[in-house]
């Protein structure tokens, strides 16, 4: 097994670590701010870490331009898309915090 090899695994490893981490927070933090800023912020590292894994394992340069680009899109669509989510739920007076008496 090669260096690349084993990077590859370690990048992967660690991404589905962030996309475990992410889909977590979103089910366990109590309000929609702290619930998109664990989904954004981990599942976009966990997207970069295994595009960068798949780049690697591919080895082209024009697959890895590729793979790059697809990441920037989702981090932009992840990032206006959370915005508008979390505009739309203090228009809507949605409760921060599910059980409504805790701050």
Request: hydrophobic share 55%; aromatic share 6%; charged share 15%.
């Amino acid at each position: 097994m090669s260096w690349i090899d084993l990077a590859v695994l370690a990048l992967l490893g660690t991404g589905l670590a962030f996309y475990g981490a992410g889909s977590l927070g979103l089910l366990r933090f109590p309000d929609t701010a702290s619930r998109l800023h664990a989904l954004t912020k981990a599942d976009n590292l966990g997207l970069g870490l295994v595009a960068l894994a798949a780049a690697l394992h591919w080895g082209s340069l024009a697959v890895a331009a590729k793979i790059a680009l697809v990441w920037l899109f989702a981090v932009i669509a992840a990032g206006i898309t959370s915005q508008l989510l979390a505009r739309q739920a203090r228009l809507d007076g949605t409760r921060s915090h599910p059980d409504g008496d805790r701050p």
